[in-house]
C-alpha cells in the first residue's frame, strides 16, 4: 500500500510542475507580445490578428497571456503567483478587468431559502501583511486570487428577500473582519447567535502578526424561528484543508450544515457546485450545474414544503 502511495505522490508532483511550467510558459507568451509594443500602450496595428493566426491561440487567451505578464512583470512576482494560484482559471478570474468592464455575475437564483452559507471576499487590499511580503531580501506583492468587496459591497447584497422568514445563515469571516460580519448578519435579516471556529493545522510563518492566522470563523445566525435538526456538541472545528483552491472551505463545514440545518440549501460566493445546494458566484465552473435541479439530487436534499 505504501508503494502506491509513494507512486501517487510522485504523480501528483509531476501534475504541480507541469502545471507551474504551463502558466511560465504563458507569462513569458505574454512577455514577448508586450515587447512588441516597443513603449507604446497598444500592439501595432494587426500585430494581435496576425499572432492569432500563426498560432491558433483565441485573441481573449492572448490578452490574458499580455495582462498576467503586465500584473507580474518580475520574476520574484511570478513566482509569488505561482504559488498562489493552482490554475490558469484562478489566474484568469484574478485578473483586473479593463475600465469599464464589470466582471458577469448572474442574479442570485429565484427561490426563497431555508438555509444560507456565504463566504464573501472581504477586503483585504489594504492589510501590507496580507497584500506584500518579503522574499529574498525585498518587498514584492502578494497575489490575490479573486476580486475583492468592500463591507458596504457586502451589506449590499439582498440576501433578505433569498432568505425564508424561518431561516439559518452561516457567514464565514476573519478575525480583521469578526465585528463587521455582526453588522453584515443584520443588515441581512439575521440576529447572530453564535461564532464558530475552525482550527486549522499550522503552516509555519505567513501572513498574521504576532499570533499566525491558523482560524476562520462563521458566524451562526438565525432569522424567525426554524429549528435545528440536532445539537452539537462543541463549536470549534478541526476539519482538514482542503487540497485545492484557495479559500476552499472543507467538505466537513457542508456536512455540518446539512446535519443542523434544513434545506433548502443557497451557497452565496460559492467558488465550486454542491449537490443538493443551489449555489451563486462568479467563479463557479460553467460546465457544472448551474441549479441542483440539474443534477441527481438527494431526497434529504428535498425541497418540499418550502416557499
Not at 256 to 277: D, K, M, N, Q, T
Request: hydrophobic residues 35%.
Amino acid at each position: 500500500m505504501s508503494s502506491i502511495f509513494g507512486v501517487l505522490v510522485a504523480l501528483e508532483s509531476e501534475i504541480s510542475r507541469a502545471e507551474s511550467a504551463g502558466l511560465r510558459t504563458r507569462w513569458e507568451f505574454g512577455r514577448q507580445l508586450l515587447m512588441a509594443r516597443n513603449g507604446k500602450r497598444r500592439l501595432p496595428n494587426g500585430y494581435l490578428a496576425a499572432v492569432v493566426e500563426v498560432t491558433g491561440a483565441s485573441r481573449a487567451e492572448l490578452t490574458y497571456r499580455m495582462q498576467f505578464a503586465e500584473r507580474y512583470p518580475t520574476e520574484t512576482e511570478l513566482l509569488n503567483a505561482l504559488n498562489s494560484f493552482r490554475s490558469w482559471r484562478e489566474i484568469v478570474q484574478a485578473l483586473p478587468r479593463g475600465e469599464g468592464e464589470c466582471r458577469k455575475t448572474p442574479p442570485i437564483p429565484a427561490g426563497r431559502y431555508a438555509t444560507i452559507a456565504a463566504d464573501p471576499p472581504w477586503d483585504f487590499s489594504a492589510d501590507r501583511r496580507r497584500s506584500f511580503a518579503r522574499r529574498g531580501g525585498e518587498t514584492i506583492r502578494l497575489a490575490h486570487p479573486y476580486p475583492m468587496m468592500t463591507v458596504e459591497e457586502i451589506t449590499a447584497v439582498p440576501v433578505a428577500e433569498y432568505a425564508h422568514d424561518d431561516a439559518h445563515l452561516y457567514l464565514w469571516t476573519t478575525q480583521r473582519y469578526l465585528e463587521a460580519s455582526f453588522s453584515v448578519a443584520r443588515a441581512w435579516g439575521f440576529e447572530p447567535v453564535k461564532t464558530l471556529v475552525w482550527a486549522k493545522h499550522p503552516r509555519g510563518f505567513n501572513i498574521g502578526g504576532t499570533f499566525q492566522s491558523a482560524t476562520e470563523f462563521i458566524l451562526f445566525a438565525r432569522r424567525g424561528k426554524l429549528p435545528a435538526l440536532r445539537r452539537v456538541d462543541r463549536d470549534h472545528f478541526d476539519w482538514p484543508r482542503p487540497n485545492n483552491r484557495h479559500s476552499a472551505k472543507p467538505d466537513g463545514f457542508f456536512e455540518l450544515v446539512e446535519s443542523v440545518s434544513p434545506g433548502p440549501y443557497l451557497e452565496l460566493f460559492a467558488r465550486r457546485r454542491r449537490i443538493g445546494w443551489t449555489s451563486w458566484g462568479d467563479q463557479l465552473a460553467a460546465s457544472e450545474p448551474r441549479h441542483p435541479s440539474e443534477a441527481k439530487t438527494p431526497e434529504r436534499f428535498s425541497t418540499a414544503g418550502r416557499g
